[in-house]
């Protein structure tokens, strides 16, 4: 079992910058891969970003160039630096690990962008 916490969230100008944290209960170090999803009001839960344990990362094409993902294996932490944020990027941000076949979630965090 894998628990997973975000954090990060809040209300920001449009233009402006966010970092979100997503820490989990145990080591991260063995996870096939962790990612960062959202959720906009009205929609489906769609990918943001996706890292693996090793390999090639993968963004979706609407956050290319403003957002990236990383991840620190030694504090079992993946991050979502969010820069140029744009309106439409207001969602709740899911945190994801995926260990062999399991899939986790965290509870979510608000991305709030005012215009």
């Known amino acids: 079992q894998v628990q997973l916490v975000e954090s990060g969230g809040g209300l920001v100008q449009a233009g402006g910058s966010l970092r979100l944290s997503c820490a989990a209960s145990r080591s991260i170090f063995s996870f096939n891969d962790m990612g960062w999803y959202r959720q906009a009001p009205g929609k489906e839960r769609e990918m943001v970003a996706t890292?693996?344990?090793?390999?090639?990362?993968n963004y979706a094409d609407s956050v290319k160039g403003r957002f990236t993902i990383s991840r620190d294996n030694n504090k079992n932490t993946v991050y979502l630096q969010m820069g140029s944020l744009k309106v439409e990027d207001t969602a709740v941000y899911y945190c994801?690990?995926?260990?062999?076949?399991?899939?986790?979630w965290g509870q979510g965090t608000q991305v709030t962008v005012s215009s």
């Open positions: 890292i693996p344990s090793w390999g090639i990362v």
């Open positions: 994801n690990a995926r260990v062999a076949i399991q899939h986790y």
